[in-house]
């Protein structure tokens, strides 16, 4: 069973920055895509940033260029560089990975990150 394992999560002020990484417990091939998502207290699970095998990124919107995702995809391993933090990115994050030729994708047990005012 291949698990994502994630790190860099913690207690941060506001403005301040984090580093999240993810890697997987075991080699898997044909990855399409990964991503992180996060999921604050109450609220439903959203795309952060994601990133494909051929390196083209996608992050959502409401971010303003404060985060960046970097990775490699053939290693299975994805960052989330995050800076100018804010009350409002406090959450549990997700690591992310689909490979089309599992057919199926994977989710990472989450870390906490919490922003304070």
């Known amino acids: 069973q291949v698990q994502l394992v994630e790190s860099g999560g913690g207690l941060v002020e506001a403005g301040g920055s984090l580093r999240l990484s993810c890697a997987t417990s075991r080699s898997v091939s044909s990855v399409h895509m990964m991503a992180w998502h996060r999921q604050a207290p109450g609220k439903e699970r959203e795309l952060v940033a994601s990133?494909?095998?051929?390196?083209?990124?996608n992050y959502n919107d409401y971010l303003n260029g404060r985060f960046t995702i970097s990775g490699d995809i053939a290693k299975n391993t994805v960052d989330l560089q995050m800076n100018n933090l804010k009350p409002e990115d406090t959450a549990v994050y997700y690591c992310?990975?689909?490979?089309w030729g599992l057919g199926r994708d994977f989710w990472g047990q989450g870390t906490q990150v919490t922003v304070s005012s």
């Open positions: 992310y990975l689909y490979s």
């Open positions: 990133i494909s095998g051929n390196g083209r990124t």
